[in-house]
């Protein structure tokens, strides 16, 4: 089997965002960033597909300013083979992010595409969902067990009632949810190691495909502060308080 | 031309948050239907026909959407989607499961979670688990979006009198996916995303035996009980007891939260709840900035004061 892990570059998720004061998004400037915590799961899935002999490569994919390199190496070192960067200034919204996929996959013929549910930064949710629409594949989105059996998975996805699961004809595409599993430290010698290994760039343009935002931002604002609080001493107090001022009990 | 609402249900009765996304539809246009794709779902479309501001109801009762796969869903709604301004569906893991397919199939860019629709083209949706709201405005013609329940008030139930039509299914999908079960949580207590009051426990709890207390509460308060992430991956309670960022985003009258101590991704899911008591024993817990009221001490000698007092 061979898998395909696209992972994008976010803002940390340590890092408490900053409003531009222009209102033109959050500040980027100086900022840490990091490998999308969701696909960082996804990224360690496809490992252990590989380390427990159903994979024969992985292929690490990110779109985006030259940076994202920088993100495919961490997939790297963590254990895929090669990357690609489809190279682009412009922020593509999931629907473009899709496309360049769809067509990512049509030069590497994967059995597999795993991805993060959704990113940290615009927490869109929709990346995996639209490419298996595009490439009428079935998807297995929120995944927090996947099995292999010929030539299909069972995917344990987790939904607003419980757990539910699918069985998927392979190719497919599956998303990674939180308790898919816990990803790796990545060691020293394995980051250098993933130094040497293959790292393509594609710019974008060379794709050919229309890739123009249909959604546009207007503006990004802070979310309406919640008025201060005040501590109470004893239970006793909370409950009056919960009783007479709030009067929601 | 009016919009399209995908109704959320179990072939047996609605989902709440149904209600929410046709109030979201509401603000968009005055002329709303509502699409119930089932199998056996009859009496859920005759639900959906009474709510008040829905003009039809388009059922579709076939044994391909039995279980609400994403893949059969997209299909159906594609190929009815070409009468209608706006397709939206609940931001829940139903409507994030198939609105983003049926984007793929419409060639549209979707809109995921919304809060407030400004105009119909216009929406504010949360970014950065909360930390930023982004007011976008799509350009696409035809418009995909997904309404965060908590936003937006419950239709009422009661008052419509729409008419309810049969819709053709859309070619069967063959064996490409396959339903294999589902476990449940089955819950006597109300649902997380629409109960008036929510108790959530955290790591503090420390095991899933302690929990029994947060219930206990619960019961007493007719109650929802939640989690934080900490809780859940340390295996005290199920998965979809989760509130936070990527689990579900509450907005209750009264939110408790013991033992949790307010990492930016369950603020997230639960800081538009009227009032928020947070029961903490480290005093510089992220969540007290969120709290209208607080209590620092240690929840083992709090809850059971607590579940006393309101005996």
């Known amino acids: ?249 | 031309m009016p919009v399209l609402v995908i109704a959320e249900h179990d072939n047996q009765a609605l989902k709440p948050a149904t209600l929410n996304t046709i109030t979201a539809a509401l603000a968009i246009d005055a002329e709303v239907a509502v699409l119930v794709a089932g199998y056996g779902c009859g009496g859920v479309s005759q639900s959906a026909a009474v709510i008040a501001g829905v003009d039809r109801v388009l059922l579709c009762d076939h044994e391909s959407y039995l279980h609400p796969l994403a893949e059969n869903l997209a299909d159906l709604i594609a190929a009815i989607a070409g009468g209608y301004t706006h397709v939206l569906a609940p931001a829940s893991t139903f409507g994030k499961n198939v609105l983003p397919r049926l984007g793929a199939l419409l060639d549209v860019s979707p809109i995921s979670d919304i809060v407030a629709v400004q105009s119909p083209d216009t929406f504010v949706r949360p970014i950065y688990a909360g930390n930023a709201m982004a007011t976008v405005k799509t350009s696409d013609q035809k418009i995909l979006v997904t309404a965060r329940p908590t936003a937006f008030a419950a239709a009422s139930a009661e008052g419509g009198a729409a008419a309810v039509e049969a819709v053709e299914p859309a070619a069967e999908p063959g064996d490409r996916v396959r339903f294999v079960g589902q476990e449940l949580t089955r819950s006597e207590r109300p649902e997380l995303t629409s109960a008036r009051v929510v108790i959530a426990g955290g790591r503090g709890l420390g095991s899933s035996e302690n929990f029994k207390l947060i219930e206990e509460l619960a019961d007493k308060l007719g109650a929802a009980v939640g989690a934080s992430r900490a809780a859940v991956d340390a295996g005290y309670v199920p998965n979809d007891y989760q509130v936070g960022q990527t689990g579900k985003v509450v907005a209750p009258e009264l939110y408790i939260a013991v033992g949790i101590s307010g990492a930016i991704q369950h603020l997230a899911g639960m800081k538009d709840s009227k009032v928020i008591v947070a029961i903490n024993k480290d005093e510089d817990a992220p969540i007290f900035q969120v709290a209208d009221y607080g209590l620092v001490g240690d929840l083992f000698d709090a809850l059971p004061k607590l579940s006393a007092a309101l005996d």
């Open chain 1, 1 to 249: 089997m061979k898998i395909l892990v696209p992972v994008k570059r976010v803002i940390d998720y340590n890092v408490k965002v900053r409003v531009r004061q222009d209102g033109s998004g959050v500040e980027t400037v100086n900022v840490k960033m990091s490998m999308n915590p969701f696909d960082e799961i996804a990224v360690e899935e496809a490992i252990r597909l590989q380390e427990a002999g159903r994979a024969e490569e992985i292929v690490a994919i990110s779109i985006g300013a030259p940076q994202c390199q920088e993100t495919i190496r961490t997939a790297l070192a963590m254990g895929a083979d090669r990357g690609i960067l489809v190279e682009t200034e412009q922020d593509l919204e999931p629907l473009g992010v899709s496309k360049v996929l769809r067509e990512c996959v049509d030069r590497e013929s994967p059995d597999l595409v795993i991805m993060g549910k959704q990113a940290i930064d615009d927490d869109c949710n929709q990346t995996a969902q639209i490419l298996a629409g595009l490439l009428d594949w079935p998807q297995g989105a929120f995944a927090s067990t996947l099995k292999f059996s010929d030539g299909r998975v069972d995917v344990t996805r987790e939904i607003d009632g419980g757990l539910e699961t699918l069985s998927l004809l392979l190719p497919a595409v599956i998303s990674a949810d939180l308790r898919l599993n816990e990803p790796r430290y990545v060691k020293l010698p394995n980051i250098m190691k993933a130094k040497k290994k293959p790292l393509d760039t594609i710019p974008i343009e060379e794709l050919g495909i229309d890739v123009a935002p249909r959604v546009s931002t207007i503006k990004v604002e802070e979310p309406p502060a919640r008025s201060g609080g005040i501590m109470v001493a004893s239970v006793e107090e909370l409950v009056d308080k919960l009783k007479n001022d709030a009067k929601v009990i």
